[in-house]
């Protein structure tokens, strides 16, 4: 079992940043491969980022890319999601999710952080 607790969610106006950090126990850390989802209201939730086990693959949805960072620090077993320039569409619950395996689905989930975005 992974037990994964994000943080890092909040307020913020059209423009601005925000870091979402998870963390994760139950397993190694350096072994679980880690992702972000995001969920709007009344929508799907979405891919947003994924990074390798060692921190230098990443992959990113193309709405994200070039505003959205994802890293990961294995001596912390922590999984980060640098925002910059955010745009109210942003605005949803964000997940972090693991899994042990390099493909297939996700099969761990945290239970969800708030990102508002104000225009």
């Known amino acids: 079992q992974v037990q994964l607790v994000e943080s890092g969610g909040g307020l913020v106006q059209a423009g601005g940043s925000l870091r979402l950090s998870c963390v994760a126990s139950?397993?190694?850390?350096?072994?679980?491969?880690m992702g972000w989802f995001y969920q709007a209201p009344g929508k799907e939730r979405e891919f947003v980022a994924a990074v390798s086990l060692g921190g230098s693959r990443t992959s990113y949805a193309d709405s994200v890319k070039g505003r959205f960072t994802i890293s990961r620090d294995n001596a912390k077993n922590t999984v980060y999601l640098q925002m910059d320039n955010l745009k109210p569409e942003d605005t949803a619950v964000y997940y972090c999710?693991?899994?042990?395996?390099?493909?297939?689905?996700?099969?761990?989930w945290g239970q969800g952080t708030q990102v508002t975005v104000s225009s």
């Open positions: 999710a693991a899994r042990t395996k390099s493909i297939g689905p996700y099969t761990y």
């Open positions: 139950g397993r190694t850390f350096s072994s679980i491969y």
